[in-house]
């Protein structure tokens, strides 16, 4: 776990910056690592699920991000877990699940995405 831990840590390193979140939504591999990131959020491992809930956290904080969050084919799964990350034990994860949340929600899309759930 302390690989993955890691990994997400220095994504969400990278998400910091306008220009890091821009190039992590460009690459190829990002479709397959949304609903990784969005399943990591609710893991055991506090760190590795904190660092995950801050990756998304962070890019949402663009409307690029937020837009190919909501676009995702599998963005109610991501919402679903970023939803049950708010009811866990970890407070970062938790936080930064809220914050995401709350980013998307601004979107209409959003809203109605998580009503219907």
């Not at 676009?71 to 995401?100: D, K, Q």
Request: charged share 15%; with cysteine; proline share 3%.
């Amino acid at each position: 776990k302390n690989v993955v831990m890691n990994a997400a840590g220095t994504i969400a390193n990278i998400a910091e910056s306008p220009e890091g979140r821009l190039w992590i939504l460009q690459q190829a591999a990002f479709d397959d690592a949304l609903p990784i990131l969005g399943v990591l959020t609710v893991d055991p491992h506090q760190w590795a699920a904190s660092n995950s809930a801050l990756v998304l956290a962070r890019l949402t904080l663009s409307q690029e991000g937020i837009v190919k969050v909501l676009t995702h084919e599998r963005s109610s799964y991501v919402l679903i877990n970023l939803s049950a990350a708010l009811c866990g034990h970890n407070p970062g994860s938790s936080m930064n699940a809220a914050f995401a949340i709350g980013r998307l929600l601004e979107r209409e899309a959003a809203r109605s995405k998580l009503l219907a759930m």
